[in-house]
């Protein structure tokens, strides 16, 4: 079968690989249907992440259905359409008692980082139990696949992180797919003012289609002036979507007085923390790696088009395309991209 497969930085090749086997009682092994390309995929590209090993299969994120199943798999079973979420959870762990899916002993976010990934024409889903969803009958699939990582991860590490609450003005830095799906999903929290940064004319467009009450294009405007000048001493909320020094800090000038800072983004190198000034600003800063544990909530609002995360998709390609894909999200501004699925 094929694979997108990494081999070190900047390279990858969509080859020949082998088809994944059961291993152990607990895996599944999972036809892919559609999948889909992450920023956090051009970071490895980038050589952000030194942990994924040359010769991985990339990918976290998709919808399958499934081809076999280990003796030890009873939630799933041939044939069933699921969602696999990008975290691994074993269920029985200390960190999965805690419901901290993202820090499992024998899992967490091993899919296309420590272990063979989603981009191919199969997968091997290990602790399938805890680890996939059933995909509910008439709801797109396409939809689902927001499910696997970008609408979790907006709402855990943004929103819920970052404490959003009725009435709250809050800033999202960075309108790529996870600022966009914080955007959806802080919007169940119904704040007063949601202010969108990004440089993309584009990406700020649509973010005001989907809720955004102010845009703002820090390429051609002060962003943290202008904050400052329209509200009173700053925003409850910035989460932080991009993973960059110069995002981070414009989150940490525009924070209020015991305001939130919610890191979603995956840094590459330190950023400048202004600790001289926010600690007596009585500030809270979070970060982490998704715990998936809202995803079956998320299902619900899908299912019932609460939320139609759908809308995010703008390029559709056939797997065996995927090394073209890979440079159109490369270049997601000029080619208007967020994001793309992938079809197997
Ligand atoms: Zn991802
Ligand atoms: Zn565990």
């Known amino acids: 079968m094929k694979g997108l497969v990494y081999d070190g930085p900047g390279k990858i090749g969509f080859k020949n690989v ?4 059961i291993k152990n009682a607990t895996d599944a092994i999972v036809k892919m249907v559609k999948t889909t390309i992450c920023g956090t995929d051009l970071g490895i590209l980038h050589g952000k992440t030194p942990s994924v090993k040359p010769g991985t299969t990339l990918g976290h994120e998709g919808v399958g259905v499934i081809e076999e199943v280990g003796s030890g798999v009873s939630n799933f079973k041939k044939g069933d359409r699921v969602i696999i979420s990008c975290i691994t959870a074993c269920g029985s762990c200390e960190y999965c008692k805690k419901q901290m899916y993202s820090h499992c002993k024998d899992g967490g976010w091993i899919l296309g980082h420590i272990i063979n990934g989603t981009q191919a024409e199969y997968v091997r889903i290990p602790h399938a139990n805890n680890s996939l969803y059933i995909a509910p009958e008439g709801v797109d699939d396409e939809a689902l696949v927001m499910l696997s990582d970008i609408l979790p991860t907006g709402l855990e590490i943004g929103v819920i992180n970052g404490c959003v609450k009725p009435g709250n003005t809050i800033a999202i830095v960075g309108a790529g797919p996870i600022g966009m799906s914080a ?5 169940f929290y119904s704040p ?5 940064i990004d440089i993309d004319e584009n990406r700020l467009k649509l973010a005001k289609k989907w809720g955004a009450t102010d845009t703002i294009n820090s390429g051609t405007e002060d962003a943290i002036k202008k904050i400052l000048s329209e509200t009173a001493d700053g925003v409850d909320v910035a989460i932080e979507a991009v ?3 110069v995002t981070f800090d414009i989150c940490q000038q525009i ?3 015991g305001g939130n800072i ?8 330190s950023v400048d923390l202004k600790i001289q000034d926010l600690w007596i600003k009585n500030i809270t800063i979070t970060m982490g790696l998704v715990n998936t544990n809202t ?8 299912t ?10 703008t390029h559709h390609f056939k797997l065996d395309e995927i090394m073209r894909a890979y440079e159109v999200f490369g270049n997601a501004s000029e080619e208007k991209a967020l994001k793309i699925i992938l079809t197997n």
Do not use: C, D, F, W
């Open 18 to 21: 082998p088809k994944p086997e």
């Open 183 to 187: 955007l959806l999903t802080a919007q």
């Open 192 to 196: 007063a003012k949601i202010y969108m």
């Open 243 to 245: 993973g960059a020094p």
């Open 255 to 257: 924070v209020r007085p």
């Open 262 to 269: 919610a890191n979603i983004g995956v840094h590459g190198k």
């Open 295 to 302: 995803t079956p909530m998320l299902l619900k609002t899908v």
């Open 304 to 313: 019932s088009k609460k939320i139609q995360p759908e809308k995010l998709i």
